[in-house]
């Protein structure tokens, strides 16, 4: 027990040596970034102010699409496995691919209409499936 308390001794007696407080400031920051150019094209024009090169984000940004709000899908396990192998293949995401589907689909009003009733036949199949499946919880319920 002694020998616990030399070494606390010793480790809490040593002097430990003054470190000078880090600058947080924004300032400091600013100057760093002055000082390292940046290596992107887009921001190598040193002349420009930031203002202005924000405006050009902005403006450029106001041209591409907006994205809309998250949409839960489910998809028939074959159907998924298939759409995300061939998003990976691709390098793409389902939502990249899903919207140029859609977009696809919009400029081709024949191919709109047999997808469209393909579509149809898979809503009347998960019905039935979602019938079929409320009935045997309820059978089991009551057996």
Known sequence: ???SQDIRSILT????AKVNPRDT???SMQQ???SEPLETEEFVDSQSSPDSELQQLQNELDTLPEIGKRL???LE???RGDLLRLCD????TPETFIEAAVAMLQNNPGLKEKVLE???TRLQKRKRAGVIRRTIAMVQKYI
Do not use: F, P, T
């Open 72 to 74: 839960a899908i489910h």
């Open 89 to 92: 293949e691709a390098e793409i």
């Open 13 to 16: 007696s040593k002097s430990r």
């Open 1 to 3: 027990m002694s020998e």
């Open 77 to 79: 396990k074959g159907v």
């Open 32 to 34: 760093k970034e002055q």
């Open 25 to 27: 400031s924004l300032r």
């Open 118 to 120: 393909d579509a149809i």
